[in-house]
Each structure stands twice: as C-alpha cells, then as structure tokens.
C-alpha cells in the first residue's frame, strides 16, 4: 500500500502553481562565514577610528603648540616692552618735581655711499645743513664704500633738510638723548650723560639711573635760579676768578640751593671749558679765615671759660714765629672784650684765645664737629679737608684766625649748621629721600650764645651789608690771602660770608665766597668779606624769602 493512499499530511500539501515556491530562511548563530565578515567591518572600522583619532589628536597639538608659541611670543613681548619702560634712564627732579634731566626720542644720521645719486651735489647740500663739518669731511666719507653715522641727535629742523634732499643714501636711525632742561643752572650736580660719558650723580647713581631709578633733589628750582642770577652778577661785578653759593637747612642738612661759577651746560659737553666742571662747593678746599675765629667762641663757651669776661690787649700785635707779627691794622682800638673780638674780627685776639684754652680742646673741639672727616654725599664726590700734619701749639694759633687748615665750603656750611641749630650735628643731603637721625654734640647754651654772637657781628661789626630788611641775620665775615709759592699773596685774596636766619631760631643757612675779587669802585677800594660776599648775601636773600616763606620752608618775623 502506497503512503498516499493510506496517510495525509496536513502540513505538506504540494502546491499545485507550478510558478509558486517559498524561499526558507534559516538564521544559525555559528555561521562562520558571516561571522567572519562581521569582524572584517569591525576592523576596518577600528582602523578608520584609529586614523581619524590620530589626526584629530595631531590637530589638537598642532592648535596647543601654536597657542602656547603665540602665548610665549607674546609675553615675551610684553616682558621685552616692559623692560624697555624699565630700563628707560630715570628722571632726575628738584624738590618740587620740577623736571631737570630726561631722556627724549630723537635720530641718528647715516648715510650709505653705496647708494649716493650724485656726490658732489650731496656734499654741497649736506655742507649746507652741517656747516660745522670740514670741507674735506663728507670728501673723505664718500671716497669708501660704507654705512656711516654722520651725526647722532639730529635736530628736526636738520631732519627736515635731509629728508627734502631725496638722496636714497640718506637714512635715521631711532635713538634717545639725555637732555637738561635748566640747562646750567644744575650742572654741578647732575653733571652730563653724552654717549659713553657720564659725570657726577649722571655717573655716580649710573647702575640706578640706567635701571628706570627716578632721583629727587633737595633743591628747589626758583632758589636756584634766584641764587644764580645773584651770583653771577657779583661775580661780573667784582671781577672773581669763580663763586660759591651754598644755601641749607640747619635741621636736617638738605642743600635748597647750589651754585658753583663758572659751570657748563650739559647739554653740550663738548663746549666744557678748563675748569668749569669742577664743584667748587665740594671740590675744592679753601683756607677760610675769619670765618673760623666763631669755632673759638665755640671753645669757650663749651668748656665755661672765663675768658668771656676778659680784655684783650691788641695793640702790641702778636709774634707768631721769629719773622711773622701778626696785627690788626684794621681796628683802631688797642683793648678789645670778648664780643669785640669777634665783631671786629681781631686775629690777635682770636690768637690769644686759643693759647689760653689750650691746643689740646681746640682739637677735641674740630673731631667733635668731624671736621676732620670726610663728608659723603649721595651721587657726588666730596674732596677731603686737610688739617695740618703738625698740629702743633704754632698750627693751633694760624688755626685760630683761619690759616694753615684748608676746608671745603660743604665742610664749613655744616659745621656752622651744628653752631647754630642747637648743637646738633647734621649730614648734609642732596637726596630727597635721604633720613638721618640727629646728635646733639654742642650744649645747647653754646649754641644760643653762638647766634647772639653772630646776630651782633651783623648788627654792628663786619658784616653790615649783608643786613635785610625785615628779616633777622647773624653770621660771619671771612678774608684770606692765598697762598702762591709757599708765601701768602698781599693782593690775592679769598672773600666769603656765611649766615644763618632767622638768627633768634634759625632754619637756613647761607654761605657766599669769592675766588680773587678785584678792586671795584663800586663798592671798595678793597676787596673783604664784608663788601664781596656779605652784600651778595644779602642780595640773594631778599630775593630767595619770598619764595622760603610761601613754601614754608620758614616762618620770619
């Protein structure tokens, strides 16, 4: 029996469309064929990633490296431009912020030969704008082949010419000039930058100027310049071979005003005559004479003496060495008292009071007020005094009346500072930003009987002339002969004053000297402290109180 005949399968029933059949499909997770290709698409999608990731990685740095390349460029910029600001050469100012010394943009002048259209005509033009130049100059120039600075610091007229030439030889170069704006009136102390060369503070403070270090001066601008239009027609007038002004504060020792003729300008260095550089007020030393007989009034005073209530016989003079008498010729008295001596300024008296008190306290005396140190001041030099090598009873007695001890005006400004501050001994500053303490070094009675003392030789003794009206003045005279080949000069002499004020509470001092005064009719038939320097003192102040006082920097009845 066939199976058809006897079974029937439900679920098979052969389709009777030839035309129709069912496609199967059979999913078998362990197809391997397929898992193959699975994995063939997922490795070269991992390799794509990979590619891709490291491009964008490779970017990425790219991007970082350039910022941090643009960052560091940039700082170092920055840093560049701001040490450019840093190392711009400091301004110096007075006490006031009155600019003295600067730096301003300027050009160089160069020119390349290479490239000249037409030497002759270049020359000629170029003779024309720098008629200073030798003829053979700009010959020599452009006879060689080469890039050469003609002139640093053109002026813009100059610039101005050079560019109206054309010539595509002509170039600048940035640069930078040291200029003075008061031009003289503070040369003494800033001195001069030009190029490689520096003077005085210009010099001194170069390490702190070159770093963008600004300097303030003590001084004051319209004193200055009030001070040097004074001096310098007291030096026309007597015919001096030079001047020194000094003007301080007693309390603290800043200099106000500074003047030293004949000076230079800084801002040609070049044009700096034989001498003219040189600070007379800290560079020189002088032997000062009469201006030191106040330091044995100091001795008495400091030690009680009696002497202040003694006569002095000067009639007979004084014999201080087998060919030398010493006289006063000028005062007509034959006794004189304590205060006489001064005021009349005896040296026979002035010798007489020192060999009563002794060689011994004259010495004690001096290393109290450090004269016999030297005086450092802030950016300039300062010349050492010099005191006998042999202070002997004989170099006592020439000390007494203002010989055989040679001082710097600076020295003897300060010393007279502790005479009539109270005793106080002071250093002496042109820097603004400078402090000292103070030490009392004198009794305080020394130096109030010192400023009555002082107050009277301007009242009634040498030092008539350098009276003010309205403004009370104590001070002292000084004349000395100067020495020229080991003999004193009968002809040449030193003048000098010195003065403090307000004398019943003083807050200034002042202090004048001339170098060899000549005769002048206008004033005397002689040259003395008392009608040199004691009249330019008072001339000076009438005109520097006004601005003491509105700047009160002191109080005057």
């Given at each position: 029996?066939?199976?058809?005949?006897?079974y029937?399968?439900?679920?098979?029933?052969?389709?009777?469309?030839?035309?129709?059949?069912?496609?199967?499909?059979?999913?078998?997770?362990?197809?391997?064929?397929?898992?193959?290709?699975?994995?063939?698409?997922?490795?070269?999608?991992?390799?794509?990633?990979?590619?891709?990731?490291?491009?964008?990685?490779?970017?990425?740095?790219?991007?970082?490296?350039?910022?941090?390349?643009?960052?560091?460029?940039?700082?170092?910029?920055?840093?560049?431009?701001?040490?450019?600001?840093?190392?711009?050469?400091?301004?110096?100012?007075?006490?006031?912020?009155?600019?003295?010394?600067?730096?301003?943009?300027?050009?160089?002048?160069?020119?390349?030969?290479?490239?000249?259209?037409?030497?002759?005509?270049?020359?000629?033009?170029?003779?024309?704008?720098?008629?200073?130049?030798?003829?053979?100059?700009?010959k020599?120039?452009?006879?060689?082949?080469?890039?050469?600075?003609?002139?640093?610091f053109?002026?813009?007229?100059?610039?101005?010419?050079?560019?109206?030439?054309?010539?595509?030889?002509?170039?600048?170069?940035?640069?930078?000039?040291?200029?003075?704006?008061?031009?003289?009136?503070?040369?003494?102390?800033?001195?001069?930058?030009?190029?490689?060369?520096?003077?005085?503070?210009?010099?001194?403070?170069?390490?702190?100027?070159?770093?963008?270090?600004?300097?303030?001066?003590?001084?004051?601008?319209?004193?200055?310049?009030?001070?040097?239009?004074?001096?310098?027609?007291?030096?026309?007038?007597?015919?001096?071979?030079?001047?020194?002004?000094?003007?301080?504060?007693?309390?603290?020792?800043?200099?106000?005003?500074?003047?030293?003729l004949?000076?230079?300008?800084?801002?040609?260095?070049?044009?700096?005559?034989?001498?003219?550089?040189?600070?007379?007020?800290?560079?020189?030393?002088?032997?000062?004479?009469?201006?030191?007989?106040?330091?044995?009034?100091?001795?008495?005073?400091e030690?009680?003496?009696?002497?202040?209530?003694?006569?002095?016989?000067?009639?007979?003079?004084?014999?201080?060495?087998?060919?030398?008498?010493?006289?006063?010729?000028?005062i007509?008295?034959?006794?004189?008292?304590?205060?006489?001596?001064?005021?009349?300024?005896?040296?026979?008296?002035?010798?007489?009071?020192?060999?009563e008190?002794?060689?011994?306290?004259?010495?004690?005396?001096?290393?109290?007020?450090?004269?016999?140190?030297?005086?450092?001041?802030?950016?300039?030099?300062?010349?050492?005094?010099?005191?006998?090598?042999?202070?002997?009873?004989?170099?006592?007695?020439?000390i007494?009346?203002?010989?055989?001890?040679?001082?710097?005006?600076?020295?003897?400004?300060?010393?007279?500072?502790?005479?009539?501050?109270?005793?106080?001994?002071?250093?002496?500053?042109?820097?603004?930003?400078?402090?000292?303490?103070?030490?009392?070094?004198?009794?305080?009675?020394?130096?109030?009987?010192?400023?009555?003392?002082l107050?009277?030789?301007?009242?009634?003794?040498t030092?008539?002339?350098?009276?003010?009206?309205?403004?009370?003045?104590?001070?002292?005279?000084?004349?000395?002969k100067?020495?020229?080949?080991?003999?004193?000069?009968?002809?040449?002499?030193?003048?000098?004053?010195?003065?403090?004020?307000?004398?019943?509470?003083?807050?200034?001092?002042?202090?004048?000297?001339?170098?060899?005064?000549?005769?002048?009719?206008?004033?005397?038939?002689?040259?003395?402290?008392?009608?040199?320097?004691?009249?330019?003192?008072?001339?000076?102040?009438?005109?520097?109180?006004?601005?003491?006082?509105r700047n009160?920097?002191?109080?005057?009845?």
């Amino acid at each position: 029996m066939l199976p058809t005949d006897k079974y029937i399968y439900e679920n098979v029933v052969p389709s009777k469309n030839k035309n129709f059949s069912t496609n199967l499909s059979f999913k078998d997770t362990n197809d391997l064929f397929e898992l193959e290709k699975k994995k063939s698409l997922i490795q070269h999608a991992k390799k794509i990633n990979k590619y891709i990731l490291t491009i964008v990685l490779i970017f990425f740095c790219l991007i970082i490296f350039n910022l941090q390349k643009i960052f560091f460029i940039s700082n170092e910029s920055f840093n560049s431009f701001s040490n450019s600001i840093k190392k711009e050469r400091g301004k110096i100012y007075d006490r006031n912020g009155e600019l003295i010394a600067t730096n301003i943009d300027t050009k160089d002048f160069y020119i390349d030969t290479r490239k000249i259209l037409n030497k002759t005509e270049l020359k000629n033009k170029l003779q024309t704008i720098f008629p200073n130049k030798k003829e053979t100059y700009f010959k020599e120039i452009f006879s060689k082949k080469q890039y050469v600075k003609i002139k640093p610091f053109i002026t813009i007229n100059e610039e101005k010419h050079l560019k109206q030439i054309g010539d595509p030889s002509i170039n600048f170069h940035k640069s930078s000039k040291r200029i003075y704006l008061q031009h003289n009136l503070f040369s003494h102390l800033t001195g001069f930058k030009s190029l490689e060369l520096k003077s005085k503070i210009e010099r001194n403070l170069d390490d702190h100027l070159k770093k963008g270090t600004d300097v303030s001066l003590t001084l004051d601008l319209r004193v200055q310049h009030k001070v040097h239009e004074e001096l310098s027609n007291s030096l026309k007038l007597y015919n001096a071979n030079s001047a020194v002004a000094i003007i301080m504060d007693v309390n603290n020792g800043e200099i106000i005003s500074l003047v030293s003729l004949p000076d230079f300008n800084p801002n040609h260095p070049e044009d700096i005559k034989a001498f003219s550089e040189n600070n007379l007020a800290f560079e020189a030393r002088y032997e000062m004479g009469s201006t030191l007989k106040i330091f044995n009034a100091a001795l008495v005073y400091e030690n009680n003496s009696k002497l202040e209530e003694e006569k002095f016989i000067i009639k007979n003079g004084y014999q201080i060495t087998p060919d030398k008498l010493i006289e006063d010729d000028h005062i007509k008295k034959g006794i004189l008292n304590f205060e006489e001596i001064f005021t009349l300024s005896s040296n026979v008296g002035s010798i007489n009071i020192v060999e009563e008190l002794g060689i011994k306290k004259q010495k004690e005396l001096f290393k109290n007020l450090s004269i016999d140190n030297q005086i450092s001041l802030y950016g300039l030099n300062v010349v050492k005094n010099k005191l006998p090598q042999n202070w002997d009873s004989q170099a006592s007695k020439f000390i007494s009346y203002g010989y055989g001890i040679s001082i710097s005006p600076i020295s003897l400004v300060s010393t007279y500072a502790t005479l009539v501050n109270g005793g106080y001994k002071i250093k002496p500053k042109v820097n603004l930003s400078e402090n000292y303490p103070r030490e009392r070094i004198l009794k305080d009675t020394t130096s109030s009987k010192i400023n009555l003392l002082l107050s009277e030789i301007v009242k009634n003794g040498t030092g008539k002339k350098a009276n003010v009206d309205g403004i009370k003045i104590g001070g002292k005279t000084g004349t000395s002969k100067k020495l020229e080949n080991g003999k004193y000069s009968e002809k040449k002499v030193i003048t000098s004053f010195i003065g403090a004020f307000p004398i019943d509470q003083p807050k200034y001092i002042a202090f004048i000297l001339f170098d060899e005064p000549r005769r002048n009719k206008s004033e005397s038939l002689e040259s003395f402290g008392g009608n040199t320097a004691a009249p330019t003192f008072s001339r000076i102040l009438k005109k520097i109180s006004p601005i003491l006082n509105r700047n009160n920097y002191t109080k005057m009845n």
